[in-house]
């Protein structure tokens, strides 16, 4: 057992997600917005660093009212984390580095924008929340919550190449990165509309979606075929008809293992229980619901025999517990593994390469 943050000088939380061919993981802090590379080490070995990251905001209008400090644009200025010299360590373990208070619970970036989550650095926030891996090229994306935008970074540079923006009313273009100096970058946002939470590549590749929350609740979904990130492009929108209003709210996803089923846990507010959206990938519409699941349903995973799909819920209100079972392609219910205590995340163990992209590589 070894600690990550006393052998390299970084300790982050929550997101960790591993590389599609398992040579290494990153981990992503949305209270410190840092993002971490790291190798895998085997034996005898310790874990490096491989690259990471910093991201601040710089609003447009940073005095005014707090809400404009996002929502009238800014720059998210990108920087490259560097050893000391003395040590050789990062200088980023414990609570060192934090923005904010505590975690940004889900939606939480209104308590962010309305000036009621305390913290050192509130205002540079971008909510670096999650670094997802495309399953066949080498890039990684890292979301920014406050913005629902994703950062492409191409793990043969180690650079940020590419930024895309989830919510409607956005460019469908990618965004440009410009490089300002060696180990620093800026990518301008003119028009942000709404925050984000999570996101995920389809097993195949070729799709990418983000949920968008607080000010709008759909979901994005991106052509990601390309190897050059600068060339995805948001082609459609979905939005199932229940998404009104504040809430209910997209929260983690999932897919089927064959790419044809995006499986959406649909967060509602307490107490009332969750709700599971099945959507066609191929016409981005809904095909199933499964009503009050659970409270605060969290994130889903698929049987890699492809025959089950497993939802975990209470995640904060800690009122019930447990696992959720459906069949993933008749759409049944099976039933229920209950548990005790509240549940953030889940995944079933890949035995080998080919289940790993369908595992916590791809979303979250």
Known sequence: LENVAETTGIGLGVHTVIFPDASGFTV????????????RATGNQKTTVIDAFRFDWRGNEPDGVLEDNWFKGGTVRVSRLVKAP????????GVRGNKLDWEMVPMGEYLAYSGQLPGD????????????????????????????????????????????????????????VKKIADGIWDIKLDNVVSSGHECG???????????????????????????DPRNWKRVTEF?????????????????????????????????????????????????KRF?????????????????????????????????FIATQDTLEPVGYIPNFGGHHDCVIVPRNNEELIHSRCTTV
């Open 86 to 93: 003395d040590t050789g360590l990062y200088d980023y373990r």
């Open 121 to 176: 650095s509130v205002k540079t926030l971008t909510g670096a929340d999650n670094c997802v891996h495309h399953p066949i090229h080498p890039l990684s994306l890292v979301t920014l919550r406050m913005f629902a935008v994703g950062v492409v970074i191409d793990r043969t540079t180690m650079e940020p190449v590419a930024c895309i923006s989830s919510p409607d009313g956005t460019t469908k273009e990618s965004i440009p």
């Open 201 to 227: 590549f389809g097993p195949h590749g070729k799709w990418f979606t983000m949920t968008n929350n607080t000010r709008q609740n759909s979901m994005g979904v991106f052509d990601c075929a390309d190897r």
């Open 239 to 287: 939005k199932d008809s229940h998404w009104v209003g504040a809430t209910p709210s997209p929260f983690h996803i999932t897919y089927s293992m064959d790419g044809s089923k995006m499986f959406v846990s649909e967060l509602h507010r307490k107490p009332a229980k969750s709700a599971i959206v099945v959507v066609d990938t191929n016409t981005w519409t809904t095909i």
């Open 28 to 39: 992503a802090d949305g209270q410190k917005d840092v993002v971490a590379f790291f190798n």
């Open 291 to 323: 009503e009050n699941v659970g409270v605060d349903l969290q994130t889903m995973h698929v049987t890699y025999d492809g025959k089950y799909v497993l939802a975990i819920f209470s995640g904060f209100q800690r009122l019930e517990g447990g696992t």
